[in-house]
Nanobody
Framework: QVQLVETGGGLVQPGGSLRLSCVAS????????MGWYRQAPGKQRELVAI???????NYAESVKGRFTISRDNAKNTMYLQMNTLKPEDTAVYYC????????????WGQGTQVTVSS
């Protein structure tokens, strides 16, 4: 069984920074595309950024230039560096990964709260 665990959320003032991490654990698996999603209260979950196994990235327009997604394949870990945070970035952030074990499936982490407030 593969698990994704996010860490790094918290409370930060507007203009501040946070770094989220997502670690995949389990046995006999390969990770393909990974991504960060977020869900604010009363809103649908939305894509924040994705990264391919080769390191190609794509971002939501609302975070371009402020957020950076990266991954360390050797550590089965993905990161999201969030700079110049705004109150509208407040949400639960979820890690997502397409992972192959005996088949390819979609996995989600439990989510980590990010609150941007003064």
């Amino acid at each position: 069984q593969v698990q994704l665990v996010e860490t790094g959320g918290g409370l930060v003032q507007p203009g501040g920074s946070l770094r989220l991490s997502c670690v995949a654990s389990g046995s006999a698996f390969s990770i393909y595309t990974m991504g960060w999603y977020r869900q604010a209260p009363g809103k649908q979950r939305e894509l924040v950024a994705i990264i391919s196994i080769g390191g190609h990235t794509n971002y939501a327009e609302s975070v371009k230039g402020r957020f950076t997604i990266s991954r360390d394949n050797a550590k089965n870990t993905m990161y999201l560096q969030m700079n110049t945070l705004k109150p509208e970035d407040t949400a639960v952030y979820y890690c997502n990964a397409h992972i192959a074990t005996t088949s390819i499936n979609d996995y989600w982490g439990q989510g980590t709260q990010v609150t941007v407030s003064s």
